[in-house]
């Protein structure tokens, strides 16, 4: 909060991407500063379905409560948008339109979109998850994700990262342009 007051103190833009419902502590000054087109705030929505949600984000706040603090940002005049991330193939990617839908109904005028990104430990720790979670997929969602990233499970180029290669990655880029 401390900080926001300084930016907003000092005319200073700020730019947020959270996870979490939490950002309304700050309503009050993220309305003053968006008044004076200072400020952005981006909420990550990776599912609608809260079982998946409680599974891939347990700590995180739930959907739910994620596109209810879109929705009062937006009402406060603070410019909103949704990230659908990160997108798993066979996971939650058939979410994206939904997604997409339900976020602009709650007033997001922008949207991003983040295709799971696998570095360094995060590769062993998802593939635990996977196994975990979903057996019966471990194999094909790890086809998926190598297909997008040039048969590698990681691929840290600039601009490719983000958004992956191929046709799957493709896909998924058309998809959310459409939505």
Excluded at 56 to 80: F, I, K, N, S
């Amino acid at each position: 909060r401390r900080i926001l007051e300084v930016l907003d103190r000092y005319g200073h833009p700020v730019g947020i991407v959270t996870k979490s419902a939490l950002v309304l502590r700050d309503l009050d000054i993220l309305a003053r500063m968006a008044k004076r087109n200072l400020v952005k705030v981006a909420l990550s929505v990776t599912t609608l379905d809260p079982a998946l949600a409680r599974l891939m984000e347990p700590r995180a706040a739930t959907p739910a409560r994620r596109l209810d603090a879109l929705r009062e940002l937006a009402q406060a005049g603070v410019p909103t948008s949704v990230m659908v991330a990160p997108i798993i193939p066979a996971i939650n990617d058939a979410e994206i339109e939904r997604i997409l839908d339900t976020a602009a109904a709650r007033g997001a005028q922008g949207a991003g979109y983040v295709l799971l990104r696998l570095p360094l430990e995060v590769r062993d720790l998802f593939r635990e998850w996977l196994m975990a979670n979903f057996p019966d997929r471990y194999r094909h969602v790890f086809k998926l994700i190598r297909d997008m990233r040039g048969g590698k499970d990681y691929d840290p180029q600039f601009g490719n990262r983000m958004t992956g290669t191929g046709p799957v990655a493709w896909m998924i880029g058309r998809r959310f342009e459409a939505a």
